[in-house]
C-alpha cells in the first residue's frame, strides 16, 4: 500500500474521534468538519512515517486547528448577543453512526453553552484533558505554556463551569412526559401550569441567528420563561400550520417545529427531577435546516 494510501486510511479510522474533539472545542457541527478537514490537508502534505502515537498526534492536529478557529470566532463575535451551540438531533429510537461518537459521554447543550464562555485556551486545556485524558506534557505545547501554566488552566476552567454540567433524567421517556406537558401547557397559555413544571431557576436562550438582531435573548426563573413562553410561543404553536415532532437533542427529549413541514427551530430540554431547567432553542431557519436531517422533515 502507498504511504497517501495507508495515512488516508488510518486517518478515517480517526474521523469520528476527531470530529468529537473539533465539535466539543467548536459547538458547531459543520465547523467541526471543517476543522477535520483542515487536519487532513495538514496530515497529508506533512506524512506520519515516523509518528509513534498517531492518534494522539490527530488529536493535537485538529486541536490547534480548532483552537485558531476559535481565537478568529471571539474577535469576530465580539459584543454579539446570545448563541447556542449546534445541537446534535436525531430520531427518539437512536442516534445515527455518524452522531453517536459526537455524543459520546452524552455531552449536553447545557455544557457546550457553557463552554462558549471560555477563553480559547482555557477550553482547549479543559477539553483535551478533561474529556479526553490527553495529558498536560501533550497539551501544554499548543497553547505555548508549561504543564504546570496547561494544569491551572484546567482548574480555572473547571471553576468556570462548576454547576453548569447539569445531570438530566436519564430516562428519555420521563423527560418527554415533562417536554409534553411544557408544550401543552404554552399551546394552551396556561401561565400557571408552565411556572409549575419549571423549575424556580429555569433558564431560556433564544438563537435567532444574524438574520432577526435583537431577538435572542436570555432569561432566567420560572416566572419570566413561563411569560416569555405564553408572549412569544404560544400563538405559534396554535397556528394551523405548525406541527411540534419530538426528536432527541444531544440524547435528550427535544423537539422540532416545523410549519408546512419546513423546519422553524430546534429546541433542547434539560429536565431534572420532572422539572425543566433549561431550553435552548436554535431559531434560525436556515441554520435549522442544515441542522435537522432530512429525514426528520
Known amino acids: 500500500m502507498e504511504q497517501s494510501d495507508w495515512l488516508a486510511a488510518r486517518f478515517e479510522e480517526h474521523r469520528g474521534h476527531l470530529r468529537a474533539v473539533a465539535y466539543r472545542m467548536l459547538g458547531s457541527v459543520t465547523e467541526a468538519d471543517d476543522a477535520v478537514q483542515d487536519a487532513w ?22 486541536a490547534r486547528v480548532c483552537l485558531n478557529m476559535l481565537r478568529a470566532r471571539q474577535v469576530m463575535q465580539a459584543g454579539s ?15 445515527g453512526p455518524e452522531d453517536e461518537a459526537l455524543l459520546a459521554d452524552s455531552v449536553g447543550l447545557a455544557l457546550l453553552v457553557v463552554l462558549d464562555t471560555l477563553a480559547p485556551a482555557e477550553r482547549l486545556v479543559f477539553v483535551l484533558h478533561d474529556m479526553f485524558a490527553l495529558p498536560f506534557e501533550d497539551i501544554a505545547p499548543l497553547v505555548g505554556r508549561t504543564p504546570t501554566a496547561a494544569r491551572q488552566l484546567a482548574s480555572r476552567a473547571r471553576r468556570r463551569l462548576q454547576g453548569a454540567d447539569v445531570q438530566p433524567d436519564t430516562d428519555v421517556p420521563r423527560q418527554r412526559v415533562a417536554v409534553d406537558a411544557f408544550f401543552a401547557a404554552a399551546r394552551n397559555g396556561d401561565f400557571d401550569a408552565l411556572v409549575g413544571l419549571l423549575h424556580p431557576e429555569a433558564t431560556l436562550r433564544i438563537d435567532t441567528g444574524a438574520s ?44 422540532i417545529l416545523l410549519q408546512n413541514g419546513e423546519p422553524l427551530s430546534v429546541i433542547g430540554f434539560v429536565v431534572v427531577d420532572g422539572k425543566v431547567v433549561e431550553m435552548d ?10 441542522l435537522v436531517p432530512a429525514a426528520e422533515h
Not at 445541537?87 to 442516534?95: L, M, Q
Open 281 to 290: 432553542a436554535v431559531a434560525d431557519a436556515e441554520r435549522v435546516r442544515h
Open 212 to 255: 432577526r438582531p435583537g431577538v435572542s435573548m436570555e432569561l432566567h426563573g420560572a416566572d419570566a420563561v413561563a411569560k416569555q413562553t405564553l408572549k412569544g410561543f404560544t400563538s405559534i404553536l396554535n397556528r394551523p400550520a405548525i406541527e411540534v415532532r419530538p426528536i432527541l437533542v444531544n440524547g435528550a427529549a427535544g423537539a
Open 81 to 95: 448577543t446570545v448563541h447556542v451551540p449546534d445541537p446534535i438531533v436525531s430520531a427518539e429510537s437512536t442516534p
Open 41 to 62: 490537508v495538514r496530515v497529508s502534505r506533512a506524512g506520519a512515517s515516523e509518528v509513534e502515537n498517531l492518534g494522539g498526534w490527530l488529536t493535537t492536529i485538529v
